[in-house]
């Protein structure tokens, strides 16, 4: 299993900006972002593909936020604009689908997790 370690996250108002980053342990393909807000299940954000670089969002984050990656340094972002008080979660990133969909695939690898606040 490939280890990743997400950074960036942090208290911000209601229609500021962060960046997540994360940084993985070696190569990966595909990635993905996932968040999960208290007391409720963790939800797909965001994922790209190695090859390609297609990229998936939820439609509650469509047009906020832009997910990339670099793979020279193995790292994945996830630039967030616009935020709302309703993406305040933990949010972590993924490697390893285990499938082709990558919206509805399950993972192998995760992060610890990092959290995101948006006061309104």
């Known amino acids: 299993q490939v280890q990743l370690v997400e950074s960036g996250g942090g208290l911000v108002q209601a229609g500021g900006s962060l960046r997540l980053s994360c940084a993985a342990s070696?190569?990966?393909?595909?990635m993905g972002w996932f968040r999960q807000a208290p007391g409720k299940e963790r939800e797909f954000v965001a994922a790209i593909r190695w090859s390609g670089g297609t990229t998936y969002y939820s439609d509650s984050v469509e047009g906020r936020f832009t997910i990339s990656r670099d793979n020279a340094k193995n790292t994945l972002y996830l630039q967030m604009n616009s935020l709302k008080p309703e993406d305040t979660a933990v949010y972590y990133c993924?490697?390893?689908?285990?499938?082709?969909?990558?919206?509805?695939?399950?993972?192998?690898?995760w992060g610890q997790g990092t959290q995101v606040t948006v006061s309104s």
């Open positions: 070696g190569r990966t393909f595909s």
């Open positions: 993924a490697a390893e689908p285990k499938t082709v969909n990558l919206v509805k695939s399950q993972w192998g690898s």
